[in-house]
């Protein structure tokens, strides 16, 4: 009988195993790290679960000791950790971990992790020389790199130089559903390909009934029935698919397409390999996941940070640290920077009037101006509540001056249906960087500022340009104007 060693420091999780597995196999637990190495040791189990928060030892350095003990390290490990602690999951898979089980114990899904790998264990006996160092590198490669697409890019590669087929890949299904090529021997490193499973059936029939599927010949073979059209003038005969599955949960495929009609014996071999790496690539295959989906999920909330929520427009701060930036590189390369501010004509009586939600719809219309409108080098920002402000790199005042007359003109052209009569305008200032009186980002926003209050002074629903011999408005008010059109 197989014999299995079980290290974990909860009575109740001990128990709870041996119930699970003593019909089928030996079982021998213990409470400590340090027990569990010696007993490792000693005994010689076909499987060790080590749970992975233990009193005496981190989790992690009780793995990487059993990995890098010559006595150990063929045995595999699988894992016990809690959901919330995946920090701790990673780790220990980082230092040699085969495998992992997520507490509260799922009974059916312990088994089968189990069951996979000693199966695992066993196919390594049939394997030939070229087929052990195949393995081999995959494993180091997986030990030293911390990059999923790397590891799974290295594993298609060799599983094709190895067999010797057309294509190797490795395809991944995730949360909604989505299907893609995330490896592929044929297709450049990082590289993806969405799939369409209506013309894959192999590896639909793969992934809903989480079984090996070969198809010796795809010219003949029922399955292929209704792509048989698709796949008249292809080259290759057969196809392998071998299901990728993590905690009871099939997240992708390992596909291969060879150029011969596969004998049995060669498909047994061919199929025995397949599972082994499958199990390899399963692990990086989940994090490529897991590294994805945490990047969108970084990369959203990073844009919740920088974007105002209403109008998807840049908020203050970090509108301000973007102008910083580019007031810089003007300096330094000493070339043209402009401003443009926007300020939203009677605003207060749009809110009044129609309701603040017509009044946030008129908002999001000029922020949807202004974005179609910019070049995408343009840095547009909601400055306050009904102000807006563009800040243009290497534009000059004429250049400025044409966006303020483009963003004026199609504001005019915004209808908002609880506002028939109200026609939405803006007023809006232009000013250009000038290296003698300009020293900072707040100089350049406070002048632009003051060109729309003289625009507001002039009649409000018009361009100000500060400093321009020509253009909506030449003249530059003075400091008193400007202080009159803010009480104003």
Do not use: W
């Not at 709870?16 to 213990?30: G, H, K, N, P, Q």
Request: charged share 30%.
């Amino acid at each position: 009988m197989r014999r299995i060693l079980v290290a974990d420091d909860e009575p109740y999780f001990q128990e709870l195993i041996r119930e699970t597995l003593e019909a089928d196999y030996s079982v021998e637990t213990t409470g400590t790290s340090r027990e569990a190495l010696t007993l490792a040791r000693t005994t010689k189990p076909d499987l060790i679960i080590l749970d992975m928060d233990m009193p005496d030892s981190r989790g992690a350095d009780s793995c990487r000791e059993l990995k890098n003990d010559p006595e150990t390290k063929s045995i595999p490990l699988i894992l016990l950790t809690r959901r919330s602690d995946r920090d701790l999951m990673i780790e220990g898979l980082y230092a040699g971990a085969d495998d992992y089980v997520c507490k509260p114990i799922h009974a059916p899904e312990l088994l089968a992790r189990i069951k996979s790998h000693l199966r695992s264990k066993e196919c390594y006996s049939d394997l030939d020389r070229d087929e052990l160092f195949l393995l081999l590198e995959l494993y180091e490669t997986i030990s030293s790199s911390r990059n999923p697409v790397k590891i799974l890019d290295t594993i298609v590669n060799k599983m094709a130089d190895v067999i010797e087929v057309e294509r190797c890949s490795i395809v991944s299904i995730d949360a909604s559903g989505e299907v893609r090529v995330r490896a592929s021997n044929d297709l450049s490193y990082g590289s993806e390909l969405t799939l369409n499973l209506a013309k894959y059936p192999e590896i639909e029939y793969a992934l809903t009934h989480r079984t090996e599927i070969v198809v010796n010949d795809i010219k003949r073979d029922p399955m292929m029935e209704h792509v048989r059209e698709d796949v008249q003038d292809l080259e290759f005969k057969s196809i392998v698919v071998v299901p990728i599955i993590r905690n009871e949960s099939v997240i992708g495929t390992f596909f291969l397409r060879t150029a011969h009609q596969l004998p049995e014996s060669e498909a047994d071999k061919v199929l025995r390999l397949c599972r082994l790496v499958a199990n390899v690539s399963a692990n990086s295959l989940e994090n490529a996941i897991l590294f994805e989906s945490l990047e969108t999920a970084r990369y959203c909330l990073e844009e919740m940070a920088e974007r105002d929520g209403l109008t998807g427009l840049l908020n203050h701060q970090t509108f301000y640290t973007r102008l910083e930036h580019e007031l810089s590189r003007a300096k330094r390369y000493d070339t043209d920077l402009s401003c443009i501010f926007v300020d939203v004509d009677d605003f207060k009586q749009v809110n009044d009037v129609h309701g603040h939600l017509a009044g946030d719809d008129v908002l999001k219309q000029i922020a949807r101006v202004m974005r179609h409108a910019a070049r995408e080098s343009d840095i547009i920002g909601r400055y306050g509540g009904d102000e807006f402000v563009v800040v243009l790199p290497q534009t000059s005042s004429d250049g400025a001056t044409d966006l303020a007359r483009r963003i004026h003109e199609q504001v005019r052209e915004i209808r908002i249906k609880p506002m028939v009569s109200h026609r939405v305008s803006i007023s809006v200032g232009v000013a250009t960087l000038d290296r003698d009186v300009i020293m900072s980002a707040d100089e350049l926003v406070q002048l632009t500022d003051g060109a729309m209050y003289g625009a507001k002074k002039l009649g409000k629903d018009q361009i100000h340009v500060l400093g321009s011999p020509h253009g909506a408005t030449a003249t530059e008010p003075s400091d008193a104007e400007v202080e009159l059109a803010r009480k104003s």
